[in-house]
């Protein structure tokens, strides 16, 4: 099991960057499968945007492909969202989350964090 905060969240412009830090304690991050999701105010659960596995491939969502890029530090024990040419519509509270199968399936993913907030606005 994977204890998961996240941080990085803030206010940005549209068209602007930032980068979502996942730090993960409990158990070594490397046999884990990692994903972001997001949950937009009044809006079910979305995800996930992106994910990493063990072997370090990933998987993009189109909604994000060519704008988030999804990185690991193992020595770190941190997982990355850099997020670039930001829209409103990214506006919501992102969450890194974990587990060791999956990686499309939401319900594979057993570890969460508590969410950072993201507020795309002029």
């Known amino acids: 099991q994977l204890q998961l905060v996240e941080s990085g969240g803030g206010l940005v412009q549209p068209g602007g960057s930032l980068r979502l830090s996942c730090a993960a304690s409990?158990?070594?991050?490397?046999?884990?499968?990692i994903g972001w999701f997001r949950q937009a105010p009044g809006k079910e659960r979305e995800g996930p945007l992106c994910?990493?596995?063990?072997?370090?491939?990933?998987y993009y969502r189109d909604s994000v492909k060519g704008r988030f890029t999804i990185s690991k530090d193992i020595g770190k024990s941190t997982v990355y969202l850099e997020m670039t040419s930001l829209k409103p519509e990214d506006t919501a509270v992102y969450y890194c989350?974990?587990?060791?199968?999956?990686?499309?399936?939401?319900?594979?993913?057993?570890?969460w964090g508590q969410g950072t907030q993201v507020t795309v606005s002029s």
């Open positions: 994910f990493s596995r063990s072997d370090g491939s990933t």
């Open positions: 989350a974990a587990g060791l199968g999956g990686g499309s399936n939401a319900q594979m993913y057993t570890d």
């Open positions: 409990g158990d070594t991050l490397e046999y884990f499968v």
